[in-house]
Structures are given as C-alpha cells and as structure tokens.
C-alpha cells in the first residue's frame, strides 16, 4: 500500500509537514473518515475529536483537533485546524479548559460553521 503525505497547521503553530501515512482518521462534522491512499479528493469540516495517522510499519500517532477543515488532493492531505495539540503533549489543565470551553459553546448553541 502506498503512503500520502499529511500537513497539520494551526493559526500560532505548524504540528507536522509532509509527515508519511498509510491511514489517516479524521474527525469531521458527518463521523470519523477513514482515508487511504489514493482515496477521492474532497473538503470536510472537522470536528473537535482525535486525529489519528498510521504509518505503514502500523505505528499510530494521534493528536487533538477542533475546528476548522481538511482537505484531500492528489498531492496529501491538508488539515487547517483553529486547534490541534499531539495526544503526548496534552495536560490535565489544557484538557479541562478544552472541555468547559467545549460545554460553553454546547450551552449557548455555537457553532463553527465553515
């Protein structure tokens, strides 16, 4: 199976460029995507929830996301994220104000309508 190339950027950070991956999970506003090589190109609105990539040797690396869209071309996958964190970097205290910020935004009826 071939790999694809993933790019991950956030407004105040780049998480990773042209990073290899055989499957990629994304969180998007209609489920979870499962994406393959080769897959048909489209645009999904992503959901806040765990961005999962798995490298050919079946090694997964997984990292928060929230908001803002991803794309699929020919040459990878683009996701522009308003947040994204590496799942081994997350703490406790980032974590509790990602979900009352979260509960807030449920509470008011917000959404990120892209």
């Keep these: 199976m071939s790999a694809f190339l993933v790019d991950v950027l956030t407004p105040s950070r780049v998480l990773f460029r042209s990073k290899e991956a055989n499957i990629v999970?994304?969180?998007?506003?209609?489920?979870?995507?499962q994406l393959?090589?080769?897959h048909t190109h489209f645009v999904a609105k992503i959901a806040p929830g765990t961005l999962?990539?798995?490298?050919?040797n079946g090694q997964k690396e997984g990292?928060?996301?929230e908001g803002g869209i991803c794309q699929l071309m020919e040459k990878g996958?683009?996701?522009?994220a308003r947040t994204g964190l590496?799942?081994?970097d997350l703490k406790l205290?980032?974590?509790k104000e990602l979900l009352k910020k979260?509960?807030?935004?449920?509470?008011?009826?917000?959404?990120d309508e892209v």
């Design 63 to 65: 990292f928060y996301v």
């Design 102 to 111: 979260g509960q807030e935004q449920l509470a008011v009826g917000e959404t």
């Design 93 to 95: 205290p980032e974590v």
């Design 86 to 88: 590496a799942k081994k």
């Design 25 to 33: 999970y994304v969180p998007t506003s209609v489920g979870t995507l």
């Design 52 to 56: 999962v990539l798995e490298s050919s």
């Design 36 to 38: 393959l090589p080769e």
């Design 77 to 80: 996958l683009m996701i522009l």
